[in-house]
């Protein structure tokens, strides 16, 4: 609403007469100091929208966290009971466990898989454009979808191979399996996030000069060398960028799963976000709205600290 | 997967038809056009009721019986639509103004909290078979009402492929021990006994787990109690999970044992596939499962029996569910004309067509015989009301009970299972949610 008058003032402009040029440069100048009013134009409906869509409902459900509101009739208040109930809940820690450490290895994996595509693909390597071109496909597919295809293989196809090559481990699935499930999960969305990655650092490594690499290579510096003192210092922003946006993408794992184990075998792969939904079916909106609320603020500190824990030698050149 | 506990015919599929899900949704869509589009409506100062059901596959039929009440009620037009779920309706405050749905926990929510209106005195209530008319209670009773009116009745049992059970000369099991001999004949004769498909858990604990149980347990009293104990569940109160479930999920152990190898990994739709192509001689699954088997083989010659748990032949039970429940929300504004839809829809020979012709029973006193060839093993069990509601429907979807059975099946420790479910319970009662 504050936005009003800015506005109001730059659309009156032209009213007052024929402004001299040199007036209106001045006028210009001066509202330097102030924000350009149209910034507001690209800026306030994104914020009203964000607002009435994503703040408030956000807010309306941190307050029914601390009451026993089914999401309709009526409701009480019950202070923290909510919450002292879900820090002694096995099945919520053993999700909160599953989502970190799902989060953290896939991070990992799916980091040293784009990176050294990434290398290879910006080097000089045959058929680098269409190379480029296949591994973003997985981009384009929809989770679930993908989620689904994987499902068929891990299910079917690879237990059949497995028994055809007389590969015992791998005879049965992995699916089923409540010590290895999760690998499938691991290998699914990586498969699935590399491309995203994979693109970040493809623009990284192209900002890279290239006389630096002719400069060390003068010098005597090997390609291990290369790339551990010009190539990581110089895309660590990109790293940041990536494990930033993976980490909180990991951390709402939900389509990949529910495609692929439904969160089982027993409970071994029920993420945060799946316990959380549980409840808007379940009848147990409070409870799992506080389970939300505790999620929301533990993955605003995971970012939070990555931001400082890497800030400093961070997106300078970038 | 995710989803409300029903196993009702609707949702059921409903829940795993994907695509059948997306073609629902279209069908309803034009289906709500062409409600908007009947003459009834153009007419002046007309009422628009809005009848909310949840079975897919029934959409088609329920609309000929809507564009019939129509006809016959001049100046009434009502909207169809089709959904499984009940709370967002709800929740904006614009419930439908009947509703068509699985009497299960999930409508036990708003029956609870008095949000559907009393239907004792209309004229079918006094129709409706006492045995059937309680069984929604054992989920939730508002004091003094009659919340919902029980229209259609699903009883399952173990569907067995009668060619298999003829080929090797065997009987249908009366007992535990006959049923238990069946299956080492089957196993030695290298034929699957029992195809499970743990991958889609609800199937888990509908089959498994709730024909385990049904037949030794009384599930309405036994949760009944459970509910009055609460927070002090557990190995010493009058009943437990750890306690009164001890035999049945022995019981539940051996069968597993006469799975499929491959149970871990398949799903309802592959039961389904492996059943019609004659892959196992039994499969513990409802009537929704017939048309999904007739689509691979409509030859196959299947039937039904109840599972026997015990050793006397008389303990013997059918599971059943209100697949369909009719009510009417305290919110309608047209509250006169719902009666008269609820009236119109519970007629002897509408309710008893409906049923009859999908694979149910109907509710009202001295109704035919389900005369389908596939589900006549089950007859009796309805007539007699040797039969009960689902151990696994009345636990809230918060306890994740198939994805325990999916472990204890795995390991074998059934036991952990029900300490797990007692320490839920206990949980869940503490912390007084609302189930």
């Known amino acids: ?318 | 997967m995710v989803g409300s506990r029903t196993g009702s015919i609707g949702t059921t599929l409903g829940r795993r038809g994907f695509l059948a899900g997306a073609a629902g949704g279209i069908a309803l869509g034009t289906l709500a056009l062409a409600g908007c589009a009947t003459p009834g409506q153009a007419a002046a100062g007309g009422t628009t009721l809005r009848f909310y059901e949840q079975k897919q596959e029934v959409i088609a039929y329920f609309d000929e019986l809507l564009r019939r009440f129509e006809r016959e009620h001049a100046g009434v037009s009502v909207v169809h639509d089709s959904t499984t779920a009940i709370a967002p309706q709800f929740v904006r405050g614009q419930p439908a103004d009947v509703g068509c749905f699985n009497d299960n926990l999930e409508l036990a929510r708003y029956v609870e909290r008095g949000v559907l209106r009393d239907l004792s005195d209309l004229p079918s209530a006094d129709r409706i078979r006492p045995s059937i008319a309680e069984l929604g209670d054992q989920y939730a009773k508002y004091p003094g009402r009659v919340s919902v009116l029980p229209y259609s009745l699903a009883a399952a049992g173990v569907i067995y492929n009668k060619k298999i059970f003829a080929d090797h000369g065997l009987p249908v099991p009366t007992t535990w021990h006959e049923f238990v001999d069946v299956c080492t004949e089957l196993q030695k004769a290298g034929i699957t006994p029992v195809y499970a498909t743990d991958r889609d858990t609800w199937t888990l604990w509908q089959g498994l787990f709730d024909y385990s149980v049904g037949s030794l347990v009384d599930t309405g009293e036994f949760f009944r109690k459970m509910k009055a104990i609460g927070p002090d569940v557990g190995p010493d109160s009058e009943v437990s999970f750890e306690q009164t479930f001890a035999v049945p999920m022995e019981r539940a152990k051996t069968i597993s044992s006469f799975f499929n190898p491959d149970h871990a990994t398949r799903s309802y739709a592959d039961g389904n596939l492996a059943f019609g192509q004659g892959k196992a001689a039994m499969y513990l699954q409802g009537p929704w499962a017939l048309g999904q088997i007739a689509l691979i083989d409509d030859k196959l010659e299947v039937g039904t029996f109840a599972l026997p748990v015990s050793n006397d032949p008389a303990d013997r039970k059918a599971r059943v569910n209100v697949d369909l429940g009719l009510w009417i929300p305290e919110a309608s504004a047209h509250v006169d004309d719902a009666r008269d839809l609820v009236e119109f829809l519970m007629q002897d020979e509408v309710i008893d067509a409906y049923n009859s012709d999908n694979l149910a029973y109907s509710t009202r006193k001295g109704a035919p015989a389900q005369t389908d060839e596939r589900l006549a093993g089950l007859q009796q069990y309805v007539d007699d009301a040797a039969f009960y509601q689902g151990a696994g429907t009345f636990i809230p979807t918060s306890i994740p009970l198939g994805n325990y059975l999916q472990s204890a099946i795995r390991s074998g420790d059934f036991t952990s299972m029900l300490r797990r479910l007692d320490a839920d319970w206990r949980r869940l009662a503490g912390r007084s949610a609302t189930v």
């Open chain 1, 1 to 318: 609403m504050t936005m009003q008058t800015p506005l109001a003032r730059e659309t009156d402009q032209p009213a007052p007469g024929p402004a001299t040029a040199a007036t209106r440069v001045h006028r210009r100048v001066g509202s330097l100091h102030r924000t350009e009013p149209m910034y507001y134009f690209f800026v306030v409906p994104a914020l009203v929208l964000f607002t009435a869509f994503v703040v408030a409902p956000a807010c309306v459900g941190i307050f029914y966290s601390f009451t026993d509101y089914l999401g309709f009739g009526a409701w009480h208040f019950l202070g923290l009971e909510n919450y002292k109930a879900l820090v002694s809940d096995p099945s919520i820690l053993a999700s909160y466990g599953f989502t970190l450490g799902f989060a953290l290895v896939t991070v990992v994996v799916t980091q040293v898989i784009a990176l050294a595509l990434a290398i290879g693909l910006t080097k000089k390597v045959k058929f680098a454009a269409g190379l480029r071109s296949v591994f973003v496909i997985p981009m384009v597919v929809s989770g679930i979808v993908v989620a689904y295809v994987f499902n068929y293989l891990f299910s079917n196809t690879l237990p059949a191979l497995a028994t055809s090559v007389g590969f015992g481990p791998l005879e049965q699935s992995i699916l089923g399996d409540p010590n290895l499930a999760w690998l499938s999960i691991v290998i699914v969305s990586a498969w699935q996030t590399v491309p995203g990655a994979l693109l970040v650092y493809t623009a990284g490594l192209t900002s890279i000069p290239n006389d630096l690499y002719e400069a060390s290579a003068l010098d005597g510096a090997g390609a291990w060398k290369q790339l551990r003192s010009i190539t990581l210092p110089l895309i660590s922003g990109f790293i940041v960028i990536n494990t930033v946006l993976g980490v909180k993408g990991y951390l709402g794992a939900y389509d990949v799963i529910v495609g692929l184990t439904g969160g089982g075998p027993g409970t071994a792969t029920s993420s945060v976000a799946m316990t959380i939904f549980g409840g808007f079916t379940g009848g147990d909106y409070a409870y799992q709205m506080a389970n939300a609320t505790v999620f929301f603020i533990i993955t605003v500190l995971i970012s939070v600290l990555q931001l400082a824990a890497t800030r400093g030698r961070n997106l300078r050149l970038a």
